[in-house]
Each structure stands twice: as C-alpha cells, then as structure tokens.
C-alpha cells in the first residue's frame, strides 16, 4: 500500500512538472497567428508585389572560432561572421529577390554579454527609440517590408520600434520575422498590429537561437508554405 502511494506521489510530481514545461514553453502561443488569420493575411499579398527585407541584429563576437554552425548569437559560414537576424535576413532577401536594409542604430551597443543585457534591459525599460543611422530610400517603393529583429527582453529590440515609428505603413504589409532564445515573437506581433491598425500584420519564419544552422531549411519551408519565394 505504501510503495502503490509513493508511486502515486512519484507519478502526479513527474506529471505536473511535465505538464508545466509545456505550458511555460507554449505561454506565448496565443499571441501568434492563427492558421486561418495567416492565410487571409498571405492571401492579400498580389503576385507583383515589391518586397524590403530590413534587419536588426547585434551579433556576439564572442565565438569566433564557429564556422558554419552557430554560437547563441552569431552564425560564421564562409570564414564570416553573420548576426542570426542578419543571416536569416540575407536567406529571405535572396529567396525573395528582394534588397537588404540593416537597421543600425547611431550609437553601438556594447559587445561584452553582460554590458549588452544590463545596457539593452535599460532601455527596454524606458522604451528609449534609439536614433538610427539611415532612411530606407523611396520606402513608398515597397508593398511588403519584412522586418526582422532578434527578441531583446521579451520584446523587440528598441531600434525596431524607432525604425517602424520612422515611416506610415498604413496599406503596406509587414511580414515580421525573428531569432530568439525560446519565446519565438512573444507579443511582438499584436504590439505591430497595435501599431498599425491599418497595415496587413504577417507571422513570418523564426528561428531559435540554437538551431541557426536549420535556418535556411525553415524559412524554405515557410515561403513554401506561403506561396512565396521566386
Ligand atoms: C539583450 C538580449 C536579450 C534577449 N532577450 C531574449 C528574450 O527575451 N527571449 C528570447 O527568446 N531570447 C532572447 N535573447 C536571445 C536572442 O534573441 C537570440 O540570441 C537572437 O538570435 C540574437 O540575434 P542576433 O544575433 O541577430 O542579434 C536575448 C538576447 C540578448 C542579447
């Protein structure tokens, strides 16, 4: 009788620990799109559509011994080394035919890990917009602007929030897509919806930090997806 409680006990513990992984995992699945919401949003995109694939990324030099794989934040292929936003962001931009715009903020963050975290959660705190470097040239040009940003405190990082406030997305499309430590895009896109009532919010690929080297894999297999991609 005692062992069958011990087991009981042993059972109900392993359950709810398992149980509660899942659902710490997946709490930020309800802020993504439904499948039904994504086909209606993909569907209005015309086939002759002009695309912009526009980036932040901040990548870690702190692995630079990594060649072809990936460090928490950096991805090096070809003797290069590539922020994960930005190595995503030159696969879509290839894929799509589409040009590149890095998002660069006036003032460097700091490359020390620490320095970076304690630097970016202040600003994250006082959600500062950080003053960037360039304008996107004939924005007007563009249809469909792909924004791609790694996730900075559960959030995207400032410099995207100054680069999306920067211009009137009003009928355009924003495809948003992200790399991340586990929480995918968190709120990041209700926050954009939010933003721009009038604009056709798009859940793009994202790829998590540790798996950089499936990337090119995963946003294949999204355009396939999503009938896009020349
Ligand atoms: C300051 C900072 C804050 C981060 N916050 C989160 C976070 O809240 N959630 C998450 O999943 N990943 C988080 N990460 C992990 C990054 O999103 C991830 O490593 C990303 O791929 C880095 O991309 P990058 O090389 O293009 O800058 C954080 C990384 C940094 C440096």
């Known amino acids: 009788m005692k062992k069958k409680i011990i087991w009981g006990v042993l059972l109900a513990v392993i359950l709810a620990a398992v149980v509660g992984t899942y659902m710490y995992r997946h709490r930020f699945d309800k802020y993504e799109l439904s499948r039904e919401e994504q086909s209606v949003a993909i ?24 060649d072809a794989t990936s460090g928490a934040s950096n991805v090096v292929k070809d003797g ?20 590149l715009f890095r998002i660069e903020t006036k003032d460097d963050y700091p490359t020390e890990p620490r320095a970076l975290l304690d630097a970016t959660k202040v600003e994250n ?14 924005f007007s040009d563009y249809d469909v602007i792909c924004v791609g940003y790694p996730l900075w405190w559960y959030d995207m990082p400032m410099a995207i929030y100054s680069f ?12 948003l897509f992200t790399t991340h430590g586990g929480n995918r895009f968190c709120r990041t ?12 919010v798009i859940q793009g690929p994202s790829v998590f ?22």
């Open 43 to 66: 569907q209005a995109i015309s086939k002759d559509s002009r695309f912009l694939v526009a980036y932040f990324s901040w990548p870690s030099p702190d692995y630079p011994d990594l």
């Open 80 to 99: 290069q080394l590539y922020g994960n936003t930005e190595y995503m962001a030159r696969i879509l931009s290839q894929k799509l035919q589409a040009p």
């Open 125 to 138: 705190n006082s959600q500062a917009r950080p003053e960037l470097k360039e304008k996107v040239e004939n």
């Open 164 to 175: 999306l406030e920067s211009y009137d997305f009003s009928g355009k499309h924003i495809v």
């Open 189 to 200: 896109i209700p926050a954009v919806r939010k933003m721009f009532p009038q604009a056709n």
């Open 209 to 230: 930090d540790r798996e950089m080297e499936n990337a090119e894999a995963i946003i294949e297999k999204w355009l396939k997806d999503n009938n896009l991609g020349k």
